[in-house]
């Protein structure tokens, strides 16, 4: 696709209320991608640090940072609707559902109005701890309602997984798809051996990426170790340590992302067995890195048999999908790898080729751009 750079400058506001501000995909994929072809780009953050400029990218704060959901929801709004109005954007490109209502507001201002769900909120209430089970179903549909009532109005919708793509087009058929995929200038080199029987997580330790199946499913493996990087509550983890196998278990707790890189490039498998009992059900999605993550480095995947992830593994002869709350059959995908050091390497390569050609950032960023031109088209005219 022909990129075509605007022939004046085009100011656009990013916004938040929950993400962090170096977010990957809302800083250095979304932003950074537009400052690079021309646009003059803000990032609208609710912390208190200081504001600052990251590769083309002005990030302003609010200087408020809430300490519970009624001041996230109610005072944080006001100090965003402000500073917002001030930067003055064309174009305001939206990341969290509770700020629909700002959105509209400045829709009716004459602004040019992107919405970006990061996952499929109606669904994610289902699953949601603090609301009580009797109330979930109710909930899901009144947001649903809400949330149909206000995205028909905006000039371009994005999400990130087909499903909820084909449910917003009903209500707004400019709704796009844009993924989580990784920015090829992250891929690094990896060792083309087998070099230790070894697998790896690096991520949430919570029980909705099956830890503890995995554990038990190497409890009769000779010599295997689980590298576990990543935070998790103490229960869990309590939990995972009585477990027979944690013996075989290499907990580092939370590591800077330049170490994950190293156990990635020492591990035979990467592990990533998020459970369908989660807002992605059988169907799966694309919004979620960890799958990419390995693909990127060369390593096989061990995944659950969602739709779209078994359907990448058995396209591109990346891995092994499997039911992620069955034990045995965990075990049997973790020794047939062991077992077969030449199909792991192809593996790795087959994935890592992948993502160069297919999986990568870049394929979205185009995407992305021409969300831009189309509902700029009146101001590249000028």
């Not at 390593?299 to 891995?319: M, Q």
């Not at 999908?321 to 199909?343: G, Q």
Request: glycine share 4%; charged share 25%.
């Amino acid at each position: 696709m022909l990129i075509i750079k605007p022939k004046k400058t085009i100011k656009v506001c990013h916004v938040t209320s929950v993400h962090n501000r170096y977010d990957v995909r809302i800083l250095y994929k979304e932003c950074k991608s537009l400052a690079k072809y021309g646009f003059d780009v803000t990032l609208l953050v609710n912390d208190n640090l200081q504001d600052e400029f990251i590769d083309g990218v002005k990030i302003k704060s609010t200087y408020y940072k809430p300490k519970n959901r009624y001041e996230r929801m109610v005072i944080s709004q006001r100090k965003l609707e402000k500073e917002a109005i001030k930067i003055d954007a064309d174009v305001y490109h939206f990341h969290d559902p509770e700020l629909l209502l700002l959105a509209l507001h400045l829709k009716k201002k004459g602004k040019k109005i992107i919405f970006d769900f990061h996952e499929d909120v109606s669904q994610q209430i289902l699953y949601k701890r603090w609301i009580h089970n009797c109330m979930k179903k109710a909930i899901s549909e009144i947001y649903k309602f809400y949330e149909k009532n206000k995205v028909k109005e905006f000039d371009a919708i994005i999400t990130v997984t087909p499903k909820f793509v084909e449910r917003l087009q009903l209500i707004n058929p400019n709704t796009y798809m844009i993924t989580n995929y990784p920015i090829l200038s992250d891929i690094f080199p990896r060792n083309d051996q087998f070099i230790s029987r070894t697998i790896c997580f690096a991520g949430g330790i919570t029980p909705q990426w099956n830890h503890h199946h995995v554990i038990k499913a190497i409890e009769d493996i000779d010599n295997i170790n689980y590298v576990l990087a990543g935070s998790g509550s103490s229960k869990y983890l309590k939990f995972l340590m009585q477990l027979q196998g944690w013996n075989k278990v290499n907990y580092l707790g939370r590591i800077p992302h330049e170490k994950v890189k190293d156990i990635y490039n020492k591990s035979f498998a990467g592990i990533t067995l998020l459970s369908k009992r989660t807002q992605v059900g059988d169907e799966g999605t694309l919004g979620n890195t960890k799958i990419f993550e390995y693909m990127e480095t060369g390593l096989p995947v061990i995944c659950s048999d969602n739709k779209i992830w078994s359907k990448i593994v058995n396209t591109y002869k990346c891995g092994i999908a499997v039911d992620c709350e069955n034990t045995e059959k965990i075990r049997t995908a973790i020794i047939t790898l062991l077992n077969s050091p030449k199909a792991v390497l192809e593996m790795g390569r087959n994935g890592r080729k992948a993502v160069e050609k297919i999986f990568n950032w870049g394929t979205q960023e185009k995407v992305l751009y021409s969300i831009y031109n189309r509902i700029l088209d009146d101001k590249y005219a000028k």
